[in-house]
């Protein structure tokens, strides 16, 4: 029984999560830390790879639709890890719920490598009770309490796309290719008339 509620549950996630170009942060609420909605971790991989704009890469396969919920589930971590997310992104199983611990771990490790004003306020913190603080002072996260719902996660996400998307490899623009006119010409035998009055310049 529990097996077949765990692959419902994906099968829920996959089927409305999997719609690329969603708007999540239209849809995120003005007051996040009210809802108790719990996220899932396979939501999170969506939210993120949606959020990040690793959807719209061209990393991301054309077509999903006849992957299975765990075929989706471990491509988009895999997309994640290899396009400069953290490898914490491979420890949890995808019908976990995500808690604010493994979240703030997370975005900690995103926000050291690519946001430069946590970098230089808190570089240097080990210690978990530190790096919640420092998140808590750069709205990495909202409060420092052990749980954590869904929309405070969106919240949280879409307000930090653009360190997100900083995450990601920058496209190679492919080379200008430019059409180049080729003369008609004739292949002459040396020692021919025709050969000679080509050097001739007739």
């Known amino acids: 029984m529990g097996r077949i509620v765990q692959v419902a549950g994906l099968m829920f996630i996959f089927l409305g999560l999997a719609l690329q170009g969603r708007d999540l942060c239209n849809s995120a609420d003005d007051k996040p830390v009210l809802s108790l909605q719990q996220m899932t971790q396979a939501e999170l991989m969506d939210v993120l790879c949606e959020v990040s704009g690793l959807k719209k890469t ?18 988009e971590v895999r997309l994640l890890v290899e396009n400069g997310f953290p490898l ?59 749980s954590i719902y ?15 998307k900083k995450l990601l490899p920058k496209a190679v623009k492919p080379p200008d ?13 040396p020692g ?6 080509e050097q001739e310049g007739r």
């Open 58 to 75: 061209s990393a991301w396969p054309k077509d999903v639709s006849k992957m299975t919920p765990d075929e989706y589930y471990k491509m």
């Open 150 to 164: 869904r929309n405070e996660i969106i919240t949280v996400l879409c307000s930090k796309q653009d360190v997100l």
């Open 88 to 146: 914490i992104l491979q420890d949890i199983a995808p019908d976990a719920m995500v808690n604010r611990r493994f979240f703030a771990s997370l975005m900690f490790q995103i926000a050291r490598e690519v946001d430069e004003g946590l970098k230089k306020d808190c570089g240097r913190a080990e210690a978990e009770t530190e790096q919640l603080e420092c998140l808590v002072r750069h709205d990495y996260i909202y409060e420092k309490s052990l």
């Open 177 to 189: 290719i430019f059409a180049e006119e080729f003369r008609e010409g004739v292949l002459t035998l």
């Open 192 to 197: 021919t008339p025709s050969h000679r009055w």
